[in-house]
């Protein structure tokens, strides 16, 4: 309750007070407030200043950072400048030095193309003499060994060669030497290698052949007799018989005998056998076929002759002789210079234009 009176009593005082105060006072508060006042503008504005000098000297410093990059990267940029100049001069050297090179480089190509030019020249010039020479070496073929194989090798290799230089001029010459080729595989062919091994396998045989005279007749088998029961004086009539049957021989005189051969005869026989089989490897190699022919025969009477020709061996020996008399080994060649002609034609008109 005491609290309550007070309270109401306040207003009562301060209604009891005078309402216009002291004028000094009055002014003082004014000051105070205008101090107040300035204060505060004072300290904001030194806060101003100080955050503006902070700005500054972090603009002056990053001028600074700024101004010595932009001073450094002059620097390098002079440095790189200079570098360039350097490198502008030597490459200006180089260029000159190049462009020398270059000259000389087209000085070379030049000698070098004609000497290609010359040695083209050179080279079908060579060739020609290749070609020409294989052919004459299957011209040689054919005339002197009658070897067609040999004789189209060495044309097919003419041909091949004629291939290698890619020369449309030269087509001409392929057809002939084609035209040739065809030639000589129309031909029949003689196997000649067969035949030869047949050769070698008699020659072979020829020291196995059995000799007429050292054939036996064979003796007919006797029976066993019995224990005789004779008396003596027939025993003796019948060895007397006997004897009397041996002492009389029928021959047949209208066929030839042959002497008997010493060892020293049959080996020269054998030889000789040997020899004509021989020659007729020969003939058949350079297919002569009339020689060849006379060998064979003549081997066949010898053998028939002088050997056992009805077994083994011998019959062999026979039957071997007469399928090579039934053979063939000559042929008719076709001519075959007209590619030579046609090469010898080319390279002398090749050699006119050179000149």
Known sequence: MTEQNNVADEPQNTASTPVHKNP?????????????????????????????????????QTLAHRLAEVDGSNKATQTLTLQSQELVRELGGKLSVLESKYAETQSQRAALETLYQDM??????????????????????????????????????????????DRAALGSLRRAINSDMDKLRSLPDVDVSAINARLDS?????????????????????????????????????????????????????????????????????????LRLLSARMALLTRDEASFKHDIKTAQEWIKLYFDFKNGDGAQAVNTLQKLNASRIKIELPDVSSSLEAVRHYRASREKDVR
């Open 120 to 165: 083209s020249s050179s080279r079908d010039q060579m060739v020609l003499a290749e070609v020409e020479q294989l052919l004459l070496i299957a011209g040689q073929q054919l005339q002197l060994a009658s070897n067609v194989k040999a004789a189209l090798i060495a044309m097919q290799q003419a041909d091949s060669r004629l291939q290698r230089l």
């Open 24 to 60: 000094l006072a009055r002014a003082i508060s004014h000051l105070n407030l205008t101090q107040l006042t300035l204060a505060v503008l004072v300290v904001v504005f030194l806060w101003q200043w100080i955050d503006g000098k902070q700005q500054l000297n972090q603009i002056q």
């Open 202 to 274: 008699l020659i072979s045989l020829v020291d196995r052949l059995p000799l007429v005279q050292d054939i036996r007749t064979p003796q007919e088998s006797l029976t066993p007799t019995a224990v005789s029961t004779d008396s003596g004086w027939q025993k003796l009539l019948r060895e007397m018989w006997q004897d009397i049957k041996n002492l009389v021989r029928i021959e047949n005189t209208h066929q030839s005998e042959l002497p008997l051969l010493s060892p020293t005869q049959t080996f020269f026989l054998r030889e000789n056998l040997k």
